[in-house]
């Protein structure tokens, strides 16, 4: 019986996430387009956001970045979170970012947690190892990839984890926890995206793909970086 009930929170969980991904009226490249404007906005947020003084100073040091323009997370008791976002690459010159790779989120929590919560994250991958273990299959944050919460303000000097998470968040569960969560490649998008196959190490290492909407995203992630 307690298996049906968290296999029920788990599909409607996926459904709400789903939902919220786009509308069902929408064409899959209006989705996906939409969930790459969504990430656009993100990343001016946080450029406009007096609080990530140290995102903003060290987005040029990174290797690549993840947005999450849209994490939900709910619960009563069994709870989880999830969401799509983008992974871009940062090449060897100054502000050069790849298009953008298609991802999502998703994780199962227990215990007292009542209520719901919506986050805008960015990730900055500061290592060569924690990119290299995005572009190979999924990664479970926290085991394949160490994970640590982004300083805040100025922050500090030393920052050891292969990934630092930066969010802004609203909603009744307060802080976000995303260790353990598992993050994913989204071929098919990147598909539909890109018109023709293309996975994560074609878009970001190989730069085989490229699609004009995405650019004014690589314009922002640039500016910031220089």
């Keep these: 019986m307690l298996n049906l009930v968290k296999s029920g929170l788990?599909?409607?969980?996926?459904?709400?996430?789903?939902?919220?991904?786009?509308?069902?009226?929408?064409?899959?490249?209006?989705?996906?387009?939409?969930?790459?404007d969504q990430a656009t906005e993100?990343?001016?947020?946080?450029?406009?956001d007096p609080d990530k003084t140290w995102f903003r100073a060290h987005v040029g040091n990174a290797r690549g970045v993840l947005v999450l323009p849209r994490l939900y997370k709910a619960g009563?008791?069994?709870?989880?979170?999830?969401?799509?976002?983008?992974?871009?690459?940062?090449?060897?010159?100054?502000?050069?970012?790849?298009?953008?790779?298609?991802?999502?989120?998703?994780?199962?929590?227990?215990?007292?947690?009542?209520?719901?919560?919506?986050s805008n994250v960015v990730m900055l991958v500061m290592t060569d190892s924690g990119m290299d273990a995005l572009l190979s299959t999924d990664v479970k944050l926290?085991?394949?990839?160490?994970?640590?919460?982004?300083?805040?303000?100025?922050?500090?000097?030393?920052?050891?984890?292969?990934?630092?998470?930066?969010?802004?968040?609203?909603?009744?569960?307060?802080?976000?926890?995303?260790?353990?969560?598992?993050?994913?490649?989204?071929?098919?998008?990147?598909?539909?995206?890109?018109?023709?196959?293309a996975r994560g190490i074609d878009i970001i290492v190989k730069r085989d793909v490229t699609n004009p909407g995405a650019d004014a995203l690589r314009q922002a992630l640039a500016k910031t970086s220089m």
């Design 76 to 118: 009563f008791i069994w709870g989880g979170s999830g969401g799509n976002g983008v992974l871009l690459g940062r090449g060897d010159k100054p502000g050069d970012f790849s298009y953008p790779a298609f991802y999502t989120i998703g994780s199962l929590t227990f215990g007292l947690q009542i209520g719901g919560q919506v």
């Design 42 to 48: 993100t990343v001016h947020a946080f450029i406009n």
């Design 142 to 197: 926290g085991a394949d990839a160490s994970i640590a919460v982004g300083p805040v303000g100025t922050g500090v000097a030393a920052q050891t984890a292969d990934i630092l998470l930066f969010s802004r968040d609203k909603g009744l569960f307060g802080g976000l926890t995303i260790e353990g969560s598992v993050l994913q490649p989204r071929d098919s998008w990147n598909a539909q995206y890109y018109g023709k196959p």
């Design 10 to 36: 788990i599909a409607g969980l996926l459904l709400a996430v789903a939902g919220c991904a786009g509308s069902e009226s929408m064409t899959d490249m209006e989705n996906r387009q939409q969930t790459v």
